[in-house]
């Protein structure tokens, strides 16, 4: 196993199987007060180059909960690859934490942090891709699914990081995975090219939402602007008005398909409110499930 988990395919099959039973073991032990303290006298080391509330709280309340101490950082304590080069950082911190997690803009800075760094490094989020989400979205498909067999994934909106990792798990398990997007918001095709040539999945970009979505067991979307192109929010809303998730779309699947949406949302942009607050949306078992996700995958960095 890698040291580090930075993008889906850093795990390979059994070790993405291994790290959701694990997740689900910790999911346990966590409702139930459970004392588990892997990472007593350990400190984690959280790099916020990209602001987030979900992923700051989740991964401090994660850490300390299995008995270690994880210090914030954010934009204003670290100005990373412009106050100070990636590789100094990360060899600076090797020296004084056990792990890291960062949230950068910049993939190729999670990269490097990485590539100095002597201990684990756990991407939290970079432009490029979004790995600890989608480990927490197929463990909330595995817990309301209870199998991945069949599995059609309908991701509706721009082709981002989000769906980059997902791609990536599309390369290591086998599934129905589309992408309906507008033209010229399609996902990196490198990537695409990556989940299609490894011959575990069905991959699909189409601009077509109507049959994009018949028979999708799961329906997912994300805000059409992320951060850093809140600049372009207008123009998109525009573009992706055909592409919003509504109560329509979700009967024409022809299933009893769940919704999900990795937060935080636009209510009445990409997802209506009925869609938000309906009985088959676990948007809310999703975001909890970051937490125990995450710290599966510590687990399993830090006992390699």
Known sequence: MTKDFLHITDFSK?????????????KYKFHNKEDYKPFKDRSLAMIFAKPSARTRVSFETGFTWMGGHALY??????????????????RVFSRYNDMIMARLFEHKHMVELAEHATIPVVNGLTDYNHP???MADILTVVQHRKTLDDLK?????DGNNIVHSWLQLAARLPMDFVCACPEGYEPDANTVAMATNSGHSSV?????????????DVIYTDVWASMGQKDEAIAREKIFADFQVNESVMDSTGKNTLFMHCLPAERDREVTDGVMEADYSIVFDEAENRMHAQNAIMVKLFNK
């Open 153 to 157: 994934i309908v991701y509706v909106g």
């Open 73 to 90: 950082l954010g934009p204003n304590d670290i100005g990373i690859g412009k106050r100070e080069a990636v590789k100094d950082i990360s």
């Open 204 to 216: 699909t970009i189409t601009s077509d939402l109507k049959a994009a979505a018949k028979d999708a």
């Open 14 to 26: 059994e070790e993405i199987l291994e790290t959701l039973d694990l997740a689900q073991e910790l």
């Open 132 to 134: 600890c989400q989608i």
